[in-house]
T-cell receptor
Framework: NAGVTQTPKFRILKIGQSMTLQCAQDMNHNYMYWYRQDPGMGLKLIYYSVGAGITDKGEVPNGYNVSRSTTEDFPLRLELAAPSQTSVYFC???????????FGEGSRLTVL | AQSVTQLGSHVSVSEGALVLLRCNYSSSVPPYLFWYVQYPNQGLQLLLKYTTGATLVKGINGFEAEFKKSETSFHLTKPSAHMSDAAEYFCAVSWGDSSYKLIFGSGTRLLVRP
């Protein structure tokens, strides 16, 4: 049972570089989410998707982009990385409504 | 605006002692309430949730929480702490049938002393 799989687990970027965080789920969930976790701040929603081809902004979308071409995959792209994007990123999924969120193990990104 | 507050960023208890982690929310509509646990270097996993019905909710690993509307609280308790309970705990709130509106508290790190 893979659940939600995130890659890479760790990455160091230089300011101005771009990268994509990958997220895949094998539970056939319609809803997928990207959160960032900063110390003492809890989790903040970056983007979410309610199904293939549909995405929308969360609380902190600036500096990020997403796409959802399939039910399984929900990549998060960082354009022109900045030190403020140093964080731990979590992908999550569920069937929608108020169902349990299933989280990946996180991707730790450092921008220097 | 809706919000959720966790009192105490760090809580330390002795093994075998009562665990009490506090969560208060502000909302003008009935909330759905959740507690998630995060072990080191892992993602979050659901401990328990309240949507409707019985206000005392039992979760995994012996944890429970009680929804008190008059106090706008959803505190998490466990009668006897175990070393394996050491983790970070997050309270979260949503409203309506919209889990994408889940708002997380800032988290409470639980330390269990032998």
């Amino acid at each position: 049972n893979a659940g939600v799989t995130q890659t890479p687990k760790f990455r160091i970027l230089k300011i101005g570089q771009s990268m994509t965080l990958q997220c895949a789920q094998d539970m056939n969930h319609n809803y997928m989410y990207w959160y960032r976790q900063d110390p003492g701040m809890g989790l903040k929603l970056i983007y979410y998707s309610v199904g293939a081809g549909i995405t929308d902004k969360g609380e902190v979308p600036n500096g990020y982009n997403v796409s959802r071409s399939t039910t399984e995959d929900f990549p998060l792209r960082l354009e022109l990385a900045a030190p403020s994007q140093t964080s731990v990123y979590f992908c999550a999924s569920n069937q929608g409504g108020n169902g349990e969120l299933f989280f990946g193990e996180g991707s730790r990104l450092t921008v220097l | 605006a809706q919000s959720v507050t966790q009192l105490g960023s760090h809580v330390s208890v002795s093994e075998g002692a009562l665990v009490l982690l506090r969560c208060n929310y502000s909302s003008s509509v009935p909330p759905y309430l959740f507690w998630y646990v995060q072990y080191p270097n892992q993602g979050l996993q659901l401990l328990l949730k309240y949507t409707t019905g019985a206000t005392l909710v039992k979760g995994i690993n012996g944890f429970e929480a009680e929804f008190k509307k008059s106090e706008t609280s959803f505190h998490l308790t466990k009668p006897s702490a175990h070393m394996s309970d050491a983790a970070e705990y997050f309270c979260a709130v949503s409203w309506g049938d919209s889990s994408y509106k889940l708002i997380f508290g800032s988290g409470t790190r639980l330390l269990v002393r032998p």
